[in-house]
């Protein structure tokens, strides 16, 4: 009788714990369905971005802001935008200052200078070699960046490390040292010792 009572006490338990197990995959399969939502909704606003048209439209109205902009160099890591903006106000109207910071918020030295009509550029170039806060500004026109266009620069070669070519080594063919068995010249440079070969 009591090996009844316990094998009953056992299938309810088993039975409460497959409900328990039936409740957390329903939890999950709901959880993977609102993922998969979000993710198809995510890939539909990524590929709208990459659409070709919007992406012709926003690289034709960068180049038309670009052709508004000035380049300008030197600029001291004390100027505010506020201080651009009124040196270059003489051109013509300022519509945006951009002073460039580096990861800690440190300006680097230059800023861009977007005015709201193109004729103002030609004015702001005659600007170059201006001095501002006591430093003599480089103005330049903007160029618009054109991806993909990065000029390719070979990697220069160390001269510490030794000579590596890219032709599988080759042994050549055997001569007699003309110095002696064991003998090498004196006016070899040492080598400087590098782990990576």
């Keep these: 009788m009591e090996g009844d009572v316990e094998m009953a006490a056992e299938e309810e338990r088993a039975a409460v714990e497959l409900d328990d197990m039936k409740k957390r995959l329903k939890e999950m399969e709901d959880e993977a369905a609102a993922l998969r ?11 709208a971005v990459q659409d070709p048209a919007a992406a012709a439209a926003n ?3 960068r180049e038309e802001v670009d052709s508004r902009s000035i380049f300008v160099g030197n600029v001291d890591y004390s100027c505010t935008p506020e201080e651009v903006q009124q040196h270059f106000q003489s051109c013509g109207t300022v519509n945006r200052v951009t002073i460039r910071t580096n990861k800690y918020g440190q300006p680097k030295g ?6 709201l009509e193109p004729e103002a550029v030609e004015q702001a170039l005659l600007l170059n070699e201006s001095e501002l806060h006591g430093r003599q500004l480089k103005v330049s026109a903007k160029r618009t960046n054109v991806p993909g266009m990065k000029q ?5 070669s160390n001269p510490y490390m030794g000579f590596r070519s890219r032709t599988p080594y080759m042994a050549a063919p055997y001569m007699y040292s003309p110095y002696g068995y064991g003998k090498v010249p004196r006016f070899r440079v040492p080598m400087r010792y590098s782990p990576y070969f």
Excluded: S
Aim: net charge neutral.
């Design 110 to 115: 230059y800023a861009y200078v977007e005015f």
């Design 59 to 61: 690289q034709t109205n």
């Design 37 to 47: 939502e979000m993710q198809a909704k995510v890939e539909q606003e990524m590929g």
């Design 152 to 156: 390719f620069r070979p990697r220069r």
